[in-house]
């Protein structure tokens, strides 16, 4: 489930507010009746929304109910990837919102992105969580592009925008979890190319049929270094699907690269850089998507378990008026509203090029923990049709259960916090 570093918003120059931003005349602008309701709608939103962040939430939102949702029990049955449905993303601009325009994205903010990520995730966390990875390698391509390999961004970046490729980041290793450090796949230069050697684990999407590369890090005499290699590289094989618990339908796979030879102009970043690009901003802002993951099942978890409590009859009355259940029921939209909040400020922070750590882990440990909370708290409230396939909450709580280890443990989560608090100083 590691993924590679980079931020598509960190290739272009620093800006005010993408979410909400003033006209570009510097002269006074007459002010109208639709700016001025526009401006109460944004006010009365409790989550303080721009107008565009809530139209793209209700797209998406609609998008998910009436495409993703209705195969998504089927798919996670079959650990089958909806592929069709990727594309119907990348027609609608979802995996292309962080991008420029120029490139045929929509240049939206962070916190705009993950409102999409939530309403997939509410009806398919698998889906959910394959969207970031599957655009996340776009934005360290195109800073490369930056440095004279334009031909990348034809081949691998506008695909990715449209929905047509993913990518993969291979950073995860059989004894190298979140300690980075002790990774052992090897890259060593041998003439104009780079030699690569070792094995990667538990990786996402690196197996799907649209996958065009995987970036993964590795040891140099420099240090360490992120690297791509395109799909059907030789010496680079991927291992059939691994069986998991929970996103059952998103790809993950072991890698191994025996002898896998790119060019040195695949070499992503400087040398010696590719660990501090990863542990840092990359891997922070993937808890900030993985957090939204965790958003949208708590969600979900809470409108099904409060719709069963009120239909569900037990002693002449809906069990929703029981004291017990209620509980469950608050708990969970007290802890929701937390986790949303918290993720939203790791979100802006993120836009206004801040740093964002403490927050980004902060909103990962929470809203991860929340989701599994809620789930289970679902299951409980639908008594043994919580624990059957024929509800959504069993594969709710599957899925919730994995975040809590993707992109980083809640414990290495409260260690980066505690470090970033100075308690390690």
Known sequence: ?????????????????????????????????????????????PNGYSEAQLQIQRTVRDFARKEIAPGAEER???????????????????????YPTELGGSD??????????????????????????????AGTLLRSAAD???GWIDQYVRPIIRGEMVGAGAITEPDAG????????????????????????????????????????????DGFALFLVPAGTPG??????????????????????????VPAAHLLGGRGSGRASVVGSGFALTRVYTASNGVGIAAECLDVALAHARSRIAFKRPIAQFQYVQGMLVDTAVELEAGRMLRDRAARVHTERLPFTKEASMAKLYCT?????????????????????????SRYYRDARALTIAEGTSEIQKHIIAREMGCLA
Not at 200 to 219: D, H, Q
Request: with cysteine; hydrophobic share 35%; glycine share 8%.
């Open 178 to 221: 979140s300690d980075t450090a002790a990774i052992r796949t090897r890259a060593v230069a041998h003439g104009d190319e780079w030699v690569i050697d070792g094995a990667k684990i538990y990786i996402s999407n690196a197996g799907m049929e649209n996958c065009g590369f995987v970036t993964p890090l590795c040891r140099t005499e």
């Open 1 to 45: 489930m590691a993924t590679a570093s980079g931020s598509p918003s960190s290739a272009r120059p620093p800006r005010s507010s993408r979410a909400d931003r003033p006209h570009p005349s510097l002269l006074p602008q007459p002010v109208d009746s639709a700016c001025i309701k526009s401006r109460r709608r944004r006010q009365m939103d």
């Open 369 to 393: 923990e929340t989701a599994k909370r809620a789930a289970d708290h679902a299951v409980q409230v639908f008594g043994a049709m919580g624990v059957m396939d024929e509800t959504p909450v």
């Open 236 to 261: 680079y094989h991927i291992s059939p699907p691994l069986r998991k618990m929970g996103l059952r339908s998103a790809d993950t796979r072991e890698l191994s690269f025996d002898g896998c030879r």
């Open 148 to 150: 004279g390999r334009e």
């Open 108 to 137: 939206a903010d962070t916190l705009s992105f993950c409102l999409a990520i939530e309403e997939v995730s509410r009806v398919d966390a698998s889906l959910g969580f394959t969207l970031w990875i599957g655009v996340q390698g």
């Open 76 to 98: 996670d049955r079959t650990a089958q990837f909806g592929y069709a449905l990727y594309r119907r993303m990348g027609d609608l601009g979802i995996p292309g919102m962080l």
